[in-house]
């Protein structure tokens, strides 16, 4: 019953660098997102995913891309990091859309120094 | 412009007695509300949701109740436990559930007490 998981759990980067946070879930779920959360923010929309190999921007997509190559996969990356990106991130999935339960990973608390 | 609100960023109360946690929204297109809860250092987990053609739904300890005159929802807890302390989140579908996507609110930290 593995549901959402995300890789990694924590990571410390330095700013300029790059990173792929990895969401893999094997619900067979049609669609996916990445979320990320902030003290006093509540869940922000970054970029989300309705299907293998289609991708659309959220509420908060800049500094980010994303790819879903697989339909299980989910990637969100970091080309030049920067502290504004320290932040906790979730990856989620649902079945379809129609107001269905999403199901979260465990998130990745990422630090950019 | 927020479109969730939990105006209340904390609630407190004592075992066994009632919380009533809150949420308003400002887009009347919004159709099916749902309420997550999460503990520190884990992911949010689903909770209870509500549709628009409903104006209550019950699950065990967990009722929400919507008012769509006043753009207002809330989810009571009865009776409260101290395992029920965490962050809870509301949550709203915007496009009558086609891209899934949820708008969230900044959440409410509930703490019961023994």
């Known amino acids: 019953n593995a549901g959402v998981t995300q890789t990694p759990k924590f990571r410390v980067l330095k700013t300029g660098q790059s990173m792929t946070l990895l969401c893999a879930q094997d619900m067979n779920h049609e669609y996916m997102y990445w979320y990320r959360q902030d003290p006093g923010m509540g869940l922000r929309l970054i970029h989300y995913s309705v299907g293998e190999g289609t991708t659309a921007k959220g509420e908060v997509p800049d500094g980010y891309n994303v790819s879903r190559l697989k339909k299980q996969n989910f990637l969100l990356g970091l080309e030049s990091a920067a502290p504004s990106q320290t932040s906790v991130y979730f990856c989620a999935s649902i079945l379809t859309g129609g107001g269905t339960e999403a199901f979260f990973g465990q998130g990745t608390r990422l630090t950019v120094v | 412009d927020q479109q969730v609100k939990q105006n209340s960023p904390s609630l407190s109360v004592q075992e066994g007695r009632i919380s009533i946690l809150n949420c308003d929204y400002t887009?009347?297109?919004?159709?099916?509300f749902l309420w997550y809860k999460k503990y520190p250092a884990e992911g949010p987990t689903f909770l209870i949701s509500i549709s628009s053609i409903k104006d209550k739904n019950e699950d065990g300890r967990f009722t929400v109740f919507l008012n769509k005159s006043a753009k207002h929802l809330s989810l009571h807890i009865v009776p409260s436990q101290p395992g029920d302390s965490a962050v809870y989140f509301c949550a709203a579908n915007p496009y009558g559930g086609s891209q899934g996507n949820l708008i969230f609110g900044k959440g409410t930290k509930l703490s019961v007490k023994p």
């Open positions: 887009n009347s297109m919004f159709d099916y």
